[in-house]
Nanobody
Framework: QVQLVESGGGLVQAGGSLRLSCAASGRTLGSYGMGWFRQAPGKEREFVTTINWSGSSTYYADSVKGRFTISRDNAKNTVYLQMNSLKPEDTAVYYC?????????????????WGQGTQVTVSS
């Protein structure tokens, strides 16, 4: 069993930055791709970014490209999401998830473990 715990969310003004962390327990993350997704009130959960097992490959949603950076530290069993130049439309609950294999993916169905989420609120 794998437990994923997100942290680092909070309230920030537009233009500010936050760094989210996703710590895993129970199993190492080193052999799996990881992803971040988000869900705003009244909207469906959407893909944000993903990274493969080694960190050599990443993908970003167009809406966050150039502002967000995903990274990982397999020795610490942790994945990070650095969010810069935040906008009010980035307000959402952010979830990390573990992929079913080493690769990265934008599809929900390719992830089998999810964290409980952390709230990010960006004020204008």
């Amino acid at each position: 069993q794998v437990q994923l715990v997100e942290s680092g969310g909070g309230l920030v003004q537009a233009g500010g930055s936050l760094r989210l962390s996703c710590a895993a327990s129970g199993r190492t993350l080193g052999s799996y791709g990881m992803g971040w997704f988000r869900q705003a009130p009244g909207k469906e959960r959407e893909f944000v970014t993903t990274i493969n097992w080694s960190g050599s490959s990443t993908y970003y949603a167009d809406s966050v490209k150039g502002r967000f950076t995903i990274s990982r530290d397999n020795a610490k069993n942790t994945v990070y999401l650095q969010m810069n130049s935040l906008k009010p439309e980035d307000t959402a609950v952010y979830y990390c998830a573990r992929a079913r294999d080493i690769s990265n993916s934008r599809r929900f169905s390719d992830y089998d473990y999810w964290g409980q989420g952390t709230q990010v609120t960006v004020s204008s």
